[in-house]
Structure formats: C-alpha cells, structure tokens
C-alpha cells in the first residue's frame, strides 16, 4: 500500500483543542468561548468530550485574547464578552436553562438564543445541488443572522483520528474519519454572535473549519462542457472552430462518455467507468497532449457508484491491491469507508491521470450512505481526492495544482473546490435564481460555484435566454457552458443569430480578459477569506435596501453586478433590472457612465440594458486589470501577459496585482509577483503609478506594455505625459467617446521600474445623457411622431421633461394622431428616467 504524508500532516497542523483556560465545564456539560463572539456547546450524557477535529471544524484555538468574564451560578455559569451574554443553569440544555443575548444589534427584537431555536433572520447558506431544478430550492442555514446570531450543529459529525487501523484494515493515510462514541444525548454546537459584523464573523468562520484553497489561474477562464457523444477528431475540430472563432477556453470538460457506457448488463449501468472508449477515442494521451497544445486543462466526468468491474482495463491492478482474483471476475464495489478500497482507487487514478489528465469530475449522485455511520461518501470523495491532489501536486516538477471538481458535501466543503451545482433545467426561473443562490452561499463559506451555464436540460430554445446565462457566466465563480446530448441543445454561439451570438461571444473574451481581475480576487479568497461572489449587505449590514435584491452581488473588490434575469420588454427592447447602489460615485463598467448614491442609504435603480451588456459598476476609484487577446497564441493562454491593460474609473484607488509562475510547488512557499497599482485625482491632474514588481518578479515577463485606460472621463484638454523611474518616455493616447475612455499606452516598462502616467486637466466626463436618450428612442417599438414630441421635451428639459412625458397624450383630432399612441410607453419612458438622473445629486 502507498503511503499519502497529506493524510497524516493534515491534522498536524491543526489546533482543535480549545485552551483549558477558556473552558469551563460541569459533569455533563462544557461551554468554550472560542472568540468574544464564537462559542462552543458540548452536553454529554457520559461525561466525554471531544477534542479532535471534526469533519467540519479543525481548530478552536484561533489564537488571541478571549475577553470573557465567567461566573459559576449554583451548577450553572454566566458567560459575558463584549458582544454577548450567556446564562445557562447546569441542566440538560434548555430553551428554558441556555440563552445567549447578543449585544450590538440594531432593530432587532430577537438578539436572544434560546437552545433549539433557528431563528427566523438567518440569511441562509447554499444546498446540495440544483439537480432538475427549475427555479429555486430551499437552502439550508448559513452563519450570518439579522438577529445578530447563528447556530452550527456539529453534533453528527465524524471526528478526524490518527488510526493505524478501520474496520480491521491497516490505514495508510494515518488520518481517519472515525465515528463518535454513540451517545444519543451528546450535543456540540457552536453559536455565532457576531451581530452584523458580517465580515468578522466570515473571516472567523474560516478560521474554525480551515481556508478556501487557492485555485490555478486556468480554472478561472472559460470551460467547455456538454454531455455528448464526441468523437477524438471531432472534438479537435470543435476546440479549432472555437480558436477560429476567436473564442478562449481554459478548460476542456469531457463528460462521461469518454469511457465504455455500453457494459453487459451482467455488470450493472454504464454510468461507472474507467477505461477509454477507443472507438470513440482510438487515442487519449494523444488526445489529452493535442488539449495541452491548444492552451487547456483536462477533466474527465466519473460517476464512481459501482466501483470497478472486471471489463475495466484497470481491473486486474485494482482487484489484485484488494486482493481479489483477477480471473474470478468479482467486482471490487465502491466503498469509501475502506481505507484499502481508497488507497488502490487512488493509485488506478494516478496512473490513469499519468497521460495527461489534469483533474477529475467526481459526479457523485447517490446518497450519503456508506457502511461506516456518519460518513457520507461525498465528503469522504472530495476530502481524499482533495488531500491526494495536494500529495501529487506537491511533488517537484510534476506540474500539477490541487484541485477537486465536485459536489457540496456540507459545511467544510469550501475546502474542497470546486463545486458542481447540478443538471439545472432550462429556464428563465432557473437564470433567475442562479445569481441569489452563488451569492448566498458565501454566508456557509462556499465560494466556487460552477454552475451549468445555459442550463442542462429540457427547457425551450430561447435565444435571449442563453445570452443572459453567458453573461452571468462571466460575473459568476466559475464560467462553464454545458448542455445535454440533445442534437438541439448545444451552446456554441454560432448555433445562435445576431445579436446574441455577438453577445456570446463577447461573454467569453471578456471573461479570458479579466484573468488578472480575477487571479487577483483568487487570492483575496484564500488569504483574506473575500469571496469573489459577496452579498451586498456584507459591507451594509445597518442598511435595510442592502438586504432587498438578492440577485445584486459584489464581484470582488471593485465592482457590483446585477444579472439580467428576465426577459426584455417588447416596446423598448431592453431588459430591466432593479438594484441598489450604496453611498458614493459609480461607473458603468462597459461605458463610464456616472451613477450618483449620494444619500447615507444608497440609491435604488431600475437599470435597462440591451441584449449586448448587464448592469456591472466600478467603485469610484476603481481599478481592474485586464489581458488582452491579440494573437491566436494569445487566446487561450493563462500565462502572466505581456501587455496589461489597466481599466482607472474617476477617484482615488488603489490595487495590488497577484500573480504567480502557475508551479504549485513555488505557489505553496509563498512566492507571487505583487504589483501595486495607484491612482490620485487631483485638481490639475491624475497621477496613475504602477510600482515596481515586488516578491517574485520572475514569475511575470522582463518588460511589459501598460495600457491605463481612464474611463468615464472627458477628452483630455491637456498634457498626457510618461515617465519610467523618473525618466520621460514615449506614451500614445487615443480617446474613445463611446466609452469615455482615454487610453495611454508605454511600451516596454521593465518590471523593476515605476511607471508613472500623467494626465492634466482630467475630469469625469459630462454626462452625454440626451444622446443616450436619442438611442433608447431610435430602438423603441413605437410611433415616431411620439419619438420626435418626447425628444423635442428632453433636449429643451432634460431631466424635468418625465413628468410632462408622463402626461404625454396625443390629443385625438392633432395632425398625425392616427399614427401616434395615446401615452408614452411605460418602458420607455422608465429607461428614460435612468439615463436622466443616474448623475444627479
């Protein structure tokens, strides 16, 4: 058997036992504030209490100063800290005999947790899958409240134990999920009184149940996935269409039919398999290498239910490791609670992956069932599948990253990204909940989500639909298109008419595009435990408008998306979306428009946005490094680029760029190439400086093309000047009125030097308010005679023309009345209303 030192360093580096002098205990009960706001419940009818990590908590030292005062009360005690309040009376737990009152929360009648209630202000966490749903599911609990409280029950789990044996087999792995003693009346609860510091109770969160890993930069691209019957030469071609198209992938997902699906019945289903179907692929390394070469990563779909059959090519190895008789034919069925099972499934895994397979799509749909108690075969796949990654992936020049694709197992399961949600229905209910459901499981630390962009399955065509689910694609964790094996169902944008697959394709290369955006957000995850996909009311938990669109989020540090998740309105050929802005100044990602929330509560907006773009907005002072996608090398590559262009929206910002050399091995010691980005409005010019590269600078190239574009500003009326470490440089700058953007390009800006571009007499731009207005009219389904009356009103009015559009009526018996409609359309004139104020104070 193979030794896995993952394994068994993965509870070395824990520290699960609460320090004794934050315990207090009585026969049956002990109470642990972990934090001031984080405590831990145990009862226990025998008096044993557990100290070992858990399947979902691996440490309750966080370190720090716990600022408890503990008082004995008879058999009972009084806990008190800055943020909450315990009294419990020594009984068996009560609702009657345990309370916590937590301090701090504004507007909230129900800041008090008696024992056994859920509470009704939980803002909950994610569900297992989305498998045939069509709309939403009932999500289960996450750890942030508007009560102020929260109560995780760890009481079922296994506990993780260094056993030399299981079950009466030699352990290889030296750690172990175990059982814990049977005791019906044993309770372990951890109460969350953080109140509404949303953020702090998130970041403690992980602390207790351990980080979100850092995933490679290539997952962050886009993925190709359908279950179909591919052929090898097939679907070469189909990649080279894409390349030709000018389409980037990152990822090729190749789905259960690259292996044998047509086993005798004898052996069961067909969904299990492990060995090429050469008929359909005569040759796989050459195939995956092919992959390789065209710039993508490879996973293949398992369903691993049935274990292995003796059809299988990897038979005879497997059967031999459990000691079963190659020629007796026995199947070596799937048991995860064995720990030789699991040690020759992983090794059949390593010499399968050995040709190129760069990770695996565990697709497992059966149940939590195995034969230990408590242990559910998901989580027992993504923990050994995730720690046997970590072994490979950390073995000198084997070019690998750790990295899981699978389902949710439970809370813990951010450890082991990333998530596959399920075979989603096509439908605009189930777009519609896919944005609210991403962001909410950020409350249960579930961060990379990937969803089947474009839906699985059944559903109707509808051409808009699909536009929307890419575009939400891009703003999403993980961009993966997938669809099912109908003849009618694929997503390549050229099975779809103008404008949608414009806007398709357009989807794609802005998401290849965002890639230092997004690695950058990557880190801010694993180190600082931000989410990519974070709920609005995160950072506004006081403010009631933060709490009311649940499809808004935040993406990442500089930008708030809102999806279009409804269809568009007929008249004005454009979708609506309502939102909030909070307090400050925002920018149209895509066009610099300004967006004024000058009130403390923010501003709520109805945003209508054409088939081409969904309402995405940058911070004032935000900045958002992109790559561009020049050249058919370019395209789908996930190296550092060469040229950065660097999207600057009025105001003071700042952001630090990560990047590292994609080695895993260099990643895990801390090596990454930091660049600081910085930029100051001043009031004779902006100042946009891009630093010196700090850490590993080999990680990126020697020299490096910047392109600073300033969008949502006005024609430069002045000097637009250069230098590189203080000396003045070359720099072309070129206006874009579509955009207001001004670009400065410098070439060639050593990695070791400061950049510093100056702009003079630089401003946000005026807003060109009544030319967008002309646009919304120009595209409306409606009478021109009203087109040219409205117009007429809004370029004498500007924005105090709604009101007289509003009482619009073309009086019967006026010249042309016949080919004009009674009122203004509602639709319009509401897009209208959006061009025309967004900029006012």
């Avoid at 408008?545 to 008249?571: C, I, T, W």
């Avoid at 590189?724 to 009125?737: I, M, Q, R, S, T």
């Avoid at 007289?804 to 009086?811: K, T």
Wanted: glycine residues 10%; charged residues 25%.
């Amino acid at each position: 058997m193979a030794t896995h030192p993952s394994f068994s360093q993965f509870t070395a580096n824990l520290h699960p036992q609460v320090p004794a002098d934050r315990t207090v205990s009585g026969e049956h009960w002990r109470i642990s504030p972990i934090t001031d706001s984080l405590v831990r419940l145990e009862w226990s009818d025998d008096g044993i209490f557990e100290d070992r990590p858990t399947q979902v908590v691996l440490n309750r030292d966080l370190g720090g100063d716990v600022h408890a005062d503990i008082r004995r009360t008879g058999g009972g005690v009084r806990i008190e800290t800055p943020a909450l309040l315990l009294d419990y009376d020594g009984r068996p737990f009560s609702k009657e005999g345990l309370s916590i009152v937590v301090k701090g929360v504004p507007g909230s009648q129900f800041n008090t947790w008696h024992y056994g209630e859920r509470g009704g202000g939980n803002l909950l966490g994610t569900a297992r899958t989305l498998d045939e749903v069509d709309g939403d599911t009932p999500l289960g609990d996450g750890i942030l409240s508007r009560d102020g409280w929260a109560v995780l029950d760890d009481s079922a789990s296994n506990v993780l134990d260094d056993a030399a044996t299981v079950g009466g087999e030699d352990n290889p792995f030296g750690t172990w999920p175990v059982p814990r003693v049977d005791d019906p009346g044993r309770v372990d609860l951890y109460v969350f009184a953080y109140g509404l510091r949303f953020l702090e109770a998130i970041r403690d969160w992980h602390r207790l149940t351990g980080p979100t890993p850092l995933l490679p930069r290539w997952a962050l691209g886009n993925w190709w996935s359908r279950f179909y019957r591919y052929d090898q030469d097939g679907y070469l071609n189909l990649m080279d269409r894409f390349r030709a198209e000018g389409l980037p992938f990152t990822v090729a997902v190749i789905d259960m039919d690259w292996h044998l699906t047509d086993a005798d019945p004898k052996y069961g289903s067909g969904w299990t398999g492990y060995t090429w179907n050469r008929d359909l692929f005569p040759d796989p390394t050459r195939l995956l290498a092919d992959l390789h070469d065209r710039g993508m990563r490879v996973t293949l779909n398992e369903h691993p239910r049935d274990g292995i059959r003796a059809f299988e090519e990897e038979y005879p190895a497997v059967a031999r490791a459990m000691g079963v008789d190659p020629e007796s034919g026995e199947p070596v069925a799937f048991d995860p609670s064995s720990p030789r099972f699991l040690d020759a499934y992983l090794d059949m895994h390593h010499r399968m992956a050995a040709d190129g397979v760069d990770f695996w799509w565990i697709d497992w749909q059966q149940g939590g069932v195995t034969r230990q108690r408590g242990l559910d075969p998901l989580w027992m796949l993504n923990h050994v599948h995730w720690l046997d990654s970590l072994d490979e992936a950390g073995k000198e020049g084997s070019g690998r990253w750790p990295m899981t694709f699978s389902r949710f197992a439970g809370p813990g399961s951010h450890r082991y990204p990333i998530g596959f949600s399920g075979d989603t229905i096509v439908s605009w209910r189930s777009l519609e909940f896919q944005p609210r459901f991403t962001a909410t499981a950020a409350n249960i630390g579930y961060d990379w989500w990937s969803h089947d962009i474009g839906g699985h399955m059944l559903g109707r065509r509808d051409d808009e639909l699909e536009a929307r689910w890419y575009q939400f694609g891009v703003f999403s964790p993980i961009n993966r298109l997938h669809s099912s094996s109908s003849p009618f169902s694929g997503k390549e944008p050229w099975n779809f008419p103008e404008p949608v697959r414009h806007a398709m394709a357009g989807a794609l290369r802005l998401r290849q595009r965002l890639l230092p955006y997004l690695h950058t957000m990557n880190y801010r995850t694993a180190f600082r435990a931000r989410p990519l996909v974070e709920p609005m009311y995160w950072q506004d938990p006081g403010i009631g408008e933060a709490y009311d669109y649940p499809n808004e989020y935040r993406f990442g540090s500089e930008l708030v998306v809102a999806p279009v998740v409804r269809p568009r309105d007929p008249v004005s050929r454009l979708a609506r979306t309502d939102l909030w802005l909070p307090q400050g100044e925002w920018f149209d990602f895509f066009d610099g428009r300004r967006y004024r929330a000058p009130r403390p509560g923010g501003r709520r907006l109805a945003a209508w946005r054409g088939i081409e773009r969904i309402p995405a907005f940058a911070k004032a002072g935000g900045i958002v490094p992109l790559q561009t996608l020049d050249g058919p090398d370019a395209l789908n590559s996930t190296d550092n680029p060469r040229l950065l262009r660097v999207l600057a929206f009025p105001g003071d910002g700042s952001f630090t760029l990560h990047e590292d050399d994609g080695e895993w091995t260099h990643v895990r010691q801390g090596r990454a190439a930091l660049t600081d980005l910085r930029q100051e409005w001043g009031d004779d010019a902006v100042v946009f400086t891009v630093g010196a590269v700090r850490g590993d600078a080999a990680a990126v190239p020697e020299v490096r093309d910047w392109a600073v574009a300033f969008r949502g500003v006005g024609d430069a009326p002045g000097a637009v000047t250069a230098t590189v470490d203080g000396a003045p440089v070359d720099c072309v700058a070129e206006y874009d009125e579509a955009t207001l953007t001004l670009s400065v390009t410098v070439r060639a800006v050593p990695r070791s030097a400061v950049l510093r571009v100056e702009a003079s007499g630089l401003r946000a731009a005026d807003d060109p308010a009544t030319e967008d207005c002309r646009r919304v009219l120009m595209d409306a389904q409606m009478p021109n005679l009203t087109k040219d009356v409205t117009f007429s009103m809004i370029a004498e009015q500007g924005a105090a023309a709604l009101a007289g559009l509003r009482a619009l009526d073309m009086q019967a018996g006026a010249p042309h009345a016949d080919l004009a409609e009674s009122h203004m359309p509602e639709s319009v004139i509401a897009a209208l209303e959006e061009i025309l104020l967004r900029s006012r104070s």
